[in-house]
């Protein structure tokens, strides 16, 4: 299937590493070209580089708890290759624990980054996207059913899932799509880490693949070629919905 994707310009946020990265390797692969940001200059530089370089990848040093990123992010696009059709916008997971524990500071840190970083993304990109534009949000499982020891995560997720039915009603009239993106057990740095946490880390392993129906955990290309399908013209009448992408993992229908 030809996806539509030569020429077109997205700009991906947490990109230097995971599941950003496998994003903008499907898109590169089938003719796009990107912007990646992350706050690491050095990460960012080096997958930019790893990508193809100026003429298919540039990196951007960028946090998007900073108001400024967004515009940042859609400045970039347009100026080193020429326009802007969509983006996918993902930032780190909140710290691991139990909702009633967690600190007053750690909610406060994770809702200026995680939740009101991607609605600032999500409402400055929707502006500048052409009609035919589109907007993939990196989620998680956790918008649909909580998951044990993410206490904030299961808070503000299914928030931003809202926040994505919202905009997709705003913009649908103007040809812009947005649709949530729900990563189950994808082996990215952030599961490694939580595996690790519980001491030990191939028993976690092995109870979370006992719970996939596919009975493994997810690799990072399994979503990025995902993410590039929603991302596409291909997908051309997709919006307003959330796509889990966890082998099964989910039990709703």
Avoid at 23 to 42: E, I, K, M
Avoid at 191 to 205: I, K, Q, S, V, Y
Avoid at 215 to 234: M, N, Q, T, Y
Wanted: hydrophobic share 45%; charged share 20%.
């Amino acid at each position: 299937m030809d996806l539509g994707l030569t020429d077109r310009v997205y700009v991906l946020t947490g990109a230097s590493r995971g599941l950003g990265y496998a994003t903008a390797q499907c898109l590169v692969a089938d003719g796009a070209r990107v912007v990646l940001s992350a706050r690491d200059a050095d990460a960012v530089a080096a997958a930019a580089q790893a990508l193809g370089g100026p003429e298919r990848a540039v990196g951007l040093t960028a946090d998007l708890a900073d108001p400024e990123t967004p515009g940042r992010l859609v400045a970039a696009a347009r100026e080193h290759f020429g326009r802007l059709d969509g983006a996918l916008i993902s930032v780190g997971g909140p710290p691991a624990g139990k909702a009633a524990s967690v600190t007053d500071e750690q909610w406060r840190h994770s809702f200026e980054t995680v939740f009101l970083g991607t609605v600032r993304a999500v409402r400055t990109v929707a502006d500048a996207l052409p009609e035919g534009g589109a907007i993939g949000l990196v989620l998680s499982t956790s918008a649909r059913g909580p998951v044990p020891g993410l206490g904030i995560s299961n808070g503000l997720r299914p928030g931003l899932v809202g926040v994505a039915k919202d905009v997709a009603d705003d913009y649908g009239p103007r040809g812009v799509r947005v649709v949530g993106l729900l990563p189950g057990r994808i082996l990215t740095d952030r599961n490694r880490e939580l595996f690790a946490a519980t001491g030990d880390p191939e028993r976690a392993r092995a109870e979370a693949e006992a719970s996939i129906p596919l009975r493994r955990i997810g690799d990072p290309a399994e979503f990025g070629r995902v993410a590039a399908f929603v991302l596409s013209p291909a997908a051309s009448y997709l919006t307003g919905l959330t796509v889990p992408v966890d082998g099964g993992a989910l039990r709703g229908l």
